[in-house]
């Protein structure tokens, strides 16, 4: 892999792209995995614990290595050594979020508001003493509405913003050696769309006759597809279920939503001195409410208006970089 400038982050995004072909793997792409790689190094963060999140980058430690949810995500640290080697000055944290969110933009979704700053724990030691226990945060795929809702509270997510990020199952597929399901959730797994949404909402889906853990299955354009308990979980509880036919119909709108919840799942837990970005997210996640409907510190409508540029676009729209970031995302 090449070595790029310290700090240019658009270079080290164009060495990411270079590793998303992985003809011997999966579907072909590393992409998919690197989402989930993000997505897992964020998604144990504990409003109530005040620990956990992508800082640190502590699944290179047990037990978070060894967490059966992390399971397969060695591949994606894997495919990122070479990047990682070649550019020690970027964390493990910092390029396990940037490769999920260049991963889900590559992939022809939206581009997620990313910055700069996360720090590494130099040991396991380190990680266990500040990141304390951060197992069972996850969601368990076998399990329903309230555990979903559960899971993403804790964080400090909204109805809206859980089924948003549910949107990341348009992507990749379940491993039986991994999770114990099987199977894609839609036709193309490695294409970012509304897809998921439009699935679910159809009444194809039948339990799935196999010695496997209970999932529901059905045949699209000649593919067997799957969803779990906690996909047809979003149709079945009727706060999420609206939320799920507006993404059905309306794929800017989707991808508007998962690019403000993905952006603040990944910067949860981390905290910066010299910009607003984190302090919004952490605003955000205290009230429960969606980025676009929380006040920034100091006022002012647009959630990411007068934060710093680095590591993402900034400028145009009328000064809010979020709305100029939208505008030249692929929809």
């Known amino acids: 892999m090449t070595s790029v400038k310290e700090g240019d982050y658009n270079a080290l995004r164009e060495e990411i792209k270079k590793v998303l072909k ?20 964020s998604g144990n963060f504990s409003l109530v614990e005040h620990n956990g999140g992508s800082n640190g980058a502590g699944m290179r430690f ?61 040991s396991a030691e380190a990680a266990e003493e500040h990141r304390g226990v951060v197992g069972d945060r ?57 897809q998921y949404f439009k699935l679910l909402l159809r009444p194809i889906w039948r339990p ?23 996909d047809m979980a979003l149709v079945e509880d009727p706060q999420f279920k609206p939320w799920v036919e507006k993404y059905a119909a309306d794929q800017d709108l989707f991808f508007k939503d998962f690019s403000m919840a993905f ?31 929380t006040q920034k510190p100091g006022g002012g409508s647009c959630p990411f208006a007068g934060t710093g540029a680095k590591g993402r676009s900034a400028g145009g729209a009328g000064g809010c970089p979020f709305l100029a970031m939208n505008r030249e995302a692929k929809l």
Request: with cysteine; glycine share 10%; net charge negative.
């Open 208 to 230: 799935r006759e196999w010695d496997g853990p209970f999932q529901y299955e059905a045949t699209v354009a000649g593919t067997k597809l799957m969803m779990l308990p906690t």
């Open 22 to 41: 992985q003809p011997g793997y999966d579907d072909g792409s590393a992409g998919p995995v690197f989402v989930r790689l993000a997505w897992h190094a």
């Open 62 to 122: 047990p037990p978070e290595s060894v967490d059966p949810a992390n399971a397969g995500l060695h591949h994606a640290i894997s495919f990122l050594i070479p990047i990682q080697a070649a550019n020690p000055w970027i964390s493990h944290a910092d390029l396990w979020t940037l490769a999920g969110t260049t991963a889900i933009q590559a992939m022809g979704g939206p581009q997620i508001p990313w910055e700069a700053g996360r720090s590494d724990y130099d």
């Open 138 to 194: 996850l969601p368990d795929g076998a399990l329903g509405a309230s555990h979903v809702r559960e899971v993403f509270t804790r964080m400090g997510f909204s109805d809206r913003e859980i089924v948003a990020l549910s949107g990341a199952h348009a992507l990749g597929r379940c491993h039986r050696d991994r999770s114990g399901f099987d199977g894609p959730w839609v036709v193309n797994p490695t294409r970012f769309s509304n």
């Open 263 to 293: 952006g603040k799942l990944i910067e949860l837990g981390v905290d910066r001195d010299d910009t607003g970005f984190a302090k919004l997210v952490k605003k955000s996640a205290e009230e429960g409410k969606p980025l676009d409907q």
